[in-house]
């Protein structure tokens, strides 16, 4: 698969929250680095991370725009709330190695209706 149409995979499980799927897209050691929080390694981490965004909001993203680049695709996406943000990816061998996003999180917070944690991975 290209970068593009991993991403597109992506967007699709996500969509469907299937945390299983999501975590099979990413190589056993790749970064997930969203800029409100620490760089997370592995695809532990990276479960962790959507099991606690999955269980705390109704997430949706819709691609706005997708580019692609050698072995990157670069995701400009919304969600139905008006959130908007853009995500960097890796992907080698059918899988993504790097991601990192860049999104609004108090933003995020507001809009889901959530408390904003000490930490952003707070449950």
């Excluded at 962790?48 to 999955?54: A, H, I, L, N, P």
């Amino acid at each position: 698969m290209t970068p593009a149409e991993v991403v597109r995979e992506w967007v699709d499980r996500f969509n469907r929250a299937d945390v299983q799927g999501l975590c099979e897209l990413y190589a056993e050691d790749a970064t997930n680095h969203q800029i409100v929080t620490e760089p997370l390694v592995g695809r532990a981490a990276i479960r962790k991370m959507f099991e606690t965004e999955f269980k705390r909001a109704d997430m949706t993203c819709n691609e706005e725009t997708l580019h692609e680049a050698g072995e990157w695709a670069i995701l400009e996406w919304s969600d139905p709330t008006g959130l908007r943000g853009c995500g960097f990816f890796h992907v080698q061998n059918d899988q993504i190695v790097f991601q990192r996003g860049y999104f609004d999180q108090l933003t995020f917070f507001r809009l889901q209706g959530i408390t904003v944690p000490e930490t952003y991975l707070d449950t």
